[in-house]
T-cell receptor
């Protein structure tokens, strides 16, 4: 059974600092998604990672995937307040269909001035 | 519309009543999903529709839950005889094709259901 663990679950950081959120999963997968959710808002797709060694960057966020370690990281560089949100990773054990995505509990990020 | 639309945004109901939650997916998206998000929990898969195929109902928690999708577009999730443990945010998502390997899901804002 695929299990997905995110850590930390809560993160409070200062503006300008760097930090990494981790997403571990328990069985073989080469398909991992990162989403962002603002309070009372939709989940917004950030990154789709499909292969070992994949790295994607958007602004101050960079995501990577290591399928051998069953680990994805979401790195935040020089955080700003606008990045405050909850970040979810989701992992799919099978190719071809999203319906069995297993979700982490989310990391609630607060960036303080 | 521009995105996935869900209604109502909030619903408070008494225990034992039935509720209907509505989802309008993005036009042209053939795949539609319902998820449930409880406080402090990840997303729990409920049901999946893809085109005219039989829906995948494997995530529905009990026979009090049902969903339909009319004309391959709008979907309704119905919860009968609601219980307090049904309180959660119900999220709908759509994607262009369920079988597309790397299509992300597009989520609505959700319906927050509170059962008193």
């Amino acid at each position: 059974e695929l299990k997905v663990e995110q850590n930390p679950l809560f993160l409070s950081m200062q503006e300008g600092k760097n930090y990494t959120i981790y997403c571990n999963y328990s069985t073989t997968s080469d398909r991992l998604y990162w989403y962002r959710q603002d309070p009372g808002k939709s989940l917004e797709s950030l990154f789709v990672l499909l292969s070992n060694g994949a790295v994607k960057q958007e602004g101050r966020l960079m995501a990577s995937l290591d399928t051998k370690a069953r680990l994805s990281t979401l790195h935040i560089t020089a955080a700003v307040h606008d990045l405050s949100a909850t970040y979810f990773c989701a992992v799919g054990p099978n190719a071809g269909n999203n319906r069995k995505l297993i979700w982490g509990l989310g990391t609630s990020l607060a960036v303080n001035p | 519309g521009a995105g996935v639309s869900q209604s109502p945004s909030n619903k408070v109901t008494e225990k034992g009543k039935d509720v209907e939650l509505r989802c309008d997916p993005i036009s042209g998206h053939t795949a539609l999903y319902w998820y449930r998000q409880s406080l402090g929990q990840g997303l729990e898969f409920l049901i999946y529709f893809q085109g005219n195929s039989a829906p995948d109902k494997s995530g529905l928690p009990s026979d009090r839950f049902s969903a339909e999708r009319t004309g391959g577009s709008v979907s309704t999730l119905t919860i009968q005889r609601t219980q307090q443990e049904d309180s959660a945010v119900y999220l709908c998502a759509s994607s262009p094709r369920g079988g597309t390997y790397n299509s992300p899901l597009h989520f609505g804002n959700g319906t927050r259901l509170t059962v008193t």
